[in-house]
């Protein structure tokens, strides 16, 4: 199975503060998405990329940049950290050759913006 | 995009009994629909899935249909048990895209 390994796994901030959340997946996968899982929102899609240097913003961007600096390290910056970006968030990964474009899930990461 | 509208956003049942879970796309370009079970505490899980050129598709006790033309699909889950018990995420993909869809989940607990 494929391993796509977050940090922190969790991270209390305050309003204004600067967050960086890292993802590594050792899997050469092309793909990498980051999502945030809200409460009666499901998974929500921030940004994604396909590839290192590659970013394409996903349906809930704002207040949120990622930077994609090889195959395998995906980071998504909040540079002025709001409470309403309180929520857990979740990497995953996919092969850009797989006809079942399965995601692959880290861990998670639990965000606290107080 | 797409829109993912996912029903019931809450469901009990008893020990045995089937689940169902209904979901709607809007995307006609939507051709690949996934089911993913998240349990307590840990990551989503890709657990059965089904492509638009199949009406159903069957596994190890879960059932998944696709209806096109009203554009909806359901995932059925028969006996279930306390280890099915968990939330549960439909998800489209629009044809030559890599972007997964992801409705807005359901809660399942199976009561002993």
């Known amino acids: 199975e494929a391993a796509v390994t977050q940090s922190p796994r969790n991270k209390v901030t305050v309003t204004g503060g600067n967050v960086t959340l890292s993802c590594r997946q050792t899997n050469s996968h092309n793909y990498m998405y980051w999502y945030r899982q809200d409460t009666g929102h499901g998974l929500r899609l921030i940004h994604y990329?396909?590839?290192?240097?590659?970013?394409q913003i996903g349906d809930v961007p704002d207040g949120y940049k990622a930077t994609r600096t090889t195959q395998e390290d995906f980071f998504l910056l909040l540079e002025l950290a709001s409470p309403s970006q309180t929520s857990l968030y979740f990497c995953?990964?996919?092969?850009?050759?797989?006809?079942?474009?399965?995601?692959?899930f880290g861990a998670g990461t639990r965000l606290s913006v107080l | 995009g797409e829109q993912v509208e996912q029903l019931p956003s809450i469901l009990r049942v008893q020990e045995g009994s089937s689940a169902s879970i209904n979901c709607t796309y809007e995307?006609?370009?939507?051709?690949?629909f996934p089911w993913y079970k998240q349990e307590p505490g840990e990551n989503p899980k890709l657990i059965i899935d089904i492509r638009s050129n199949m009406e159903r598709k069957q596994t190890q006790g879960l059932i998944v249909l696709l209806d096109k033309k009203a554009k909806r699909f359901s995932l059925h889950i028969t006996d279930t048990q306390p280890g099915d018990s968990a939330m549960y995420f439909c998800?489209?993909?629009?044809?030559?895209?890599?972007?997964?869809?992801f409705g807005s989940g359901t809660k399942l607990t199976v009561e002993p």
């Open positions: 990329s396909y590839g290192a240097g590659n970013l």
């Open positions: 995307n006609s370009a939507s051709n690949y």
């Open positions: 998800a489209a993909v629009m044809s030559n895209y890599n972007v997964l869809y």
């Open positions: 995953a990964s996919s092969d850009s050759g797989s006809s079942q474009n399965t995601l692959y």
